[in-house]
């Protein structure tokens, strides 16, 4: 209910408190989908935080905030050293606006995945998110929607309540469910009814956990983990904790995806191994072909195509072997023999082989646990930043300290944690590789190999930087800033902690984080 109308409403009116008389000084956005706002009253200034993800739209208000250097843009400058007239909230709609001075106003639409920041000076004349091109389309007079709210009109709607009140929101229904609205009495139903609009009319601010995910609400239900009275307080705190959230799901999800992967393989190839082994041990033949050639060389002459013979391992039963021709007997029972110790040793190496992939897919299986049990980043990252400790013996296939790419023609290497990130920068790269990492965060290392008499292409270090960003903590922002630098720049202090490096010169591109191309 963050983007819902009833909190937008309460929002708006303690903004309009906070802006009123202010002046719109900056308006500037970083990365594509977050916008940034400030407003200044003379004394202190006053930030908007519009961040406008198709994963998630929510506004939040920081106490301050640092602009970047590079990679920033102005936007709205036509609006800028304007004052605050007012903040107007839309009746029934998830739309608020900034009246400014000289007839501006900001449109706030916070519509889910297509919300947006719309410039407007009686109409629309500029907008945040430039795909949203229908959004110049909006009139402002036109946004205000009316709703009945009379008994009458409750009881005449009691099979498409949702879409009659479509201001409430998901969470006031399922509020309303568990007070046991659908089985009661039509008038149970209206008392049910206004008691909840009064509770959203005059709420407190809730911040509910449901299915492994955070719920902001106006009613209190399920798993509460945080209650505020300030609507200011409460979003700052449901931003911060959803992207905190997100960002752990996202990552325990990265983590787990390849690790289940593995085990599927692993499963896979203990099963076909095993079908294989059966097959070799219920069909041990050529030992026993042998034996029977060897007693039978009496009877048997060079040339025979076949010899029918008394197999005494099987109840005396006849038996056709065949021969080959240009052999003698005993050079046939010596190629049975052959084949009987090559059999032997390829069930050896299926039993070793199945017996250490057994034990790879037992560790694999226990880290699995380990992850889908942690609660948080701190502990995600002290489970998956561990080597996966996977039984090797001689002649089993060494697990590399990195994943590999292919783009154009080149390799990217991509570190796994941070352990394997040292073991990658410091034993498995060439000094004139070229070395990226996701900016000022924790993160993969990342390798483009280097080809002898090959410039690195533009777009190789593009792709390979969306990588880098991806694996990141910024995985979830929409862009990235991202180091590059050859690796004879990258060095390592004595006492550093695993992953940590020093580089000492670096040109930094932004991109999107990308897992695939």
């Given at each position: 209910m963050h983007n819902n109308y009833f909190f937008l409403r309460q929002l708006s009116q303690s903004l309009e408190k906070k802006l009123k008389?202010?002046?719109?000084?900056?308006?500037f956005s970083q990365n594509k989908e977050e916008l940034i706002l400030e407003f200044n009253n003379g004394i202190k200034s006053f930030f908007i935080k519009a961040s406008l993800t198709s994963e998630f739209c929510c506004l939040s208000f920081p106490e301050s905030f640092s602009r970047a250097r590079k990679n920033s843009i102005d936007l709205f400058n036509d609006a800028l050293m304007k004052k605050v007239k007012e903040i107007h909230q839309f009746s029934n709609e998830r739309c608020f606006s900034i009246e400014l001075e000289d007839n501006y106003?900001?449109?706030?639409?916070?519509?889910?995945?297509?919300?947006?920041?719309?410039?407007?000076?009686?109409e629309a004349k500029e907008i945040f998110r430039n795909h949203l091109a229908t959004d110049f389309e909006i009139n402002l007079s036109e946004l205000d929607r009316k709703i009945d709210w009379s008994k009458e009109e409750f009881i005449n709607h009691l099979t498409n309540l949702n879409q009659t009140y479509f201001t409430l929101g998901k969470p006031a229904w399922e509020y309303l469910n568990l007070k046991g609205f659908q089985s009661a009495d039509t008038e149970t139903k209206w008392s049910l009814f206004q008691e909840t609009i009064q509770l959203i009319n005059k709420p407190h601010y809730y911040i509910l956990e449901k299915e492994n995910k955070l719920i902001f609400s106006l009613l209190p239900y399920g798993k509460i983990r945080e209650q505020f009275a300030d609507p200011l307080k409460a979003i700052n705190e449901f931003f911060h904790l959803y992207t905190q959230s997100h960002a752990f799901y996202s990552e325990k999800s990265s983590v787990l995806r390849p690790l289940l992967e593995q085990n599927k393989s692993a499963t896979s190839y203990i099963s076909k191994n095993q079908t294989k082994l059966k097959e070799l041990l219920?069909?041990?033949?050529?030992?026993?072909?042998?034996d029977l050639v060897m007693a039978n060389l009496h009877r048997i002459k060079t040339g025979e195509a076949k010899v029918i013979a008394e197999n005494f391992y099987n109840n005396n039963q006849p038996i056709e072997i065949k021969l080959k021709r240009d052999?003698?007997?005993?050079?046939?029972?010596?190629?049975?023999?052959?084949?009987?110790?090559?059999?032997?040793?390829e069930i050896q190496k299926l039993k070793e082989?199945?017996?250490?992939?057994?034990?790879?897919?037992?560790?694999?299986?226990?880290?699995?646990?380990?992850?889908?049990a942690t609660e948080d980043l701190?502990?995600?990252?002290?489970?998956?930043?561990?080597?996966?400790?996977?039984v090797k013996k001689k002649g089993s296939e060494e697990i590399l300290p990195f994943h590999e790419f292919e783009f154009k023609g080149y390799k990217i290497w991509v570190g796994r944690n941070a352990e394997s990130n040292d073991k990658l920068t410091l034993k498995y790269s060439h000094k004139d590789d070229l070395w990226?990492?996701?900016?000022?965060?924790?993160?993969?290392?990342?390798?483009?190999?280097?080809?002898?008499g090959k410039n690195f292409p533009k777009d190789v270090i593009e792709r390979a930087a969306e990588l880098a960003a991806y694996n990141s903590k910024r995985k979830t922002d929409s862009l990235c800033p991202v180091s590059v630098t050859p690796k004879k720049f990258v060095r390592k202090r004595k006492g550093d902690p695993a992953?940590?490096?020093?580089?000492?010169?670096?040109?930094?591109i932004m991109v999107e984080p990308k897992l695939k191309a």
């Amino acid at each position: 209910m963050h983007n819902n109308y009833f909190f937008l409403r309460q929002l708006s009116q303690s903004l309009e408190k906070k802006l009123k008389g202010s002046t719109l000084v900056s308006c500037f956005s970083q990365n594509k989908e977050e916008l940034i706002l400030e407003f200044n009253n003379g004394i202190k200034s006053f930030f908007i935080k519009a961040s406008l993800t198709s994963e998630f739209c929510c506004l939040s208000f920081p106490e301050s905030f640092s602009r970047a250097r590079k990679n920033s843009i102005d936007l709205f400058n036509d609006a800028l050293m304007k004052k605050v007239k007012e903040i107007h909230q839309f009746s029934n709609e998830r739309c608020f606006s900034i009246e400014l001075e000289d007839n501006y106003a900001l449109l706030f639409k916070m519509h889910g995945n297509r919300s947006n920041i719309i410039l407007f000076k009686e109409e629309a004349k500029e907008i945040f998110r430039n795909h949203l091109a229908t959004d110049f389309e909006i009139n402002l007079s036109e946004l205000d929607r009316k709703i009945d709210w009379s008994k009458e009109e409750f009881i005449n709607h009691l099979t498409n309540l949702n879409q009659t009140y479509f201001t409430l929101g998901k969470p006031a229904w399922e509020y309303l469910n568990l007070k046991g609205f659908q089985s009661a009495d039509t008038e149970t139903k209206w008392s049910l009814f206004q008691e909840t609009i009064q509770l959203i009319n005059k709420p407190h601010y809730y911040i509910l956990e449901k299915e492994n995910k955070l719920i902001f609400s106006l009613l209190p239900y399920g798993k509460i983990r945080e209650q505020f009275a300030d609507p200011l307080k409460a979003i700052n705190e449901f931003f911060h904790l959803y992207t905190q959230s997100h960002a752990f799901y996202s990552e325990k999800s990265s983590v787990l995806r390849p690790l289940l992967e593995q085990n599927k393989s692993a499963t896979s190839y203990i099963s076909k191994n095993q079908t294989k082994l059966k097959e070799l041990l219920d069909d041990q033949h050529y030992q026993a072909w042998g034996d029977l050639v060897m007693a039978n060389l009496h009877r048997i002459k060079t040339g025979e195509a076949k010899v029918i013979a008394e197999n005494f391992y099987n109840n005396n039963q006849p038996i056709e072997i065949k021969l080959k021709r240009d052999l003698s007997p005993q050079k046939n029972a010596e190629v049975f023999y052959r084949k009987g110790k090559n059999q032997q040793i390829e069930i050896q190496k299926l039993k070793e082989a199945i017996i250490r992939k057994e034990e790879e897919a037992e560790k694999i299986t226990a880290l699995i646990f380990k992850i889908e049990a942690t609660e948080d980043l701190k502990q995600l990252r002290g489970v998956s930043n561990g080597p996966i400790q996977i039984v090797k013996k001689k002649g089993s296939e060494e697990i590399l300290p990195f994943h590999e790419f292919e783009f154009k023609g080149y390799k990217i290497w991509v570190g796994r944690n941070a352990e394997s990130n040292d073991k990658l920068t410091l034993k498995y790269s060439h000094k004139d590789d070229l070395w990226l990492h996701a900016k000022d965060v924790a993160g993969s290392h990342v390798l483009i190999k280097y080809q002898s008499g090959k410039n690195f292409p533009k777009d190789v270090i593009e792709r390979a930087a969306e990588l880098a960003a991806y694996n990141s903590k910024r995985k979830t922002d929409s862009l990235c800033p991202v180091s590059v630098t050859p690796k004879k720049f990258v060095r390592k202090r004595k006492g550093d902690p695993a992953g940590a490096v020093v580089v000492e010169r670096e040109e930094v591109i932004m991109v999107e984080p990308k897992l695939k191309a």
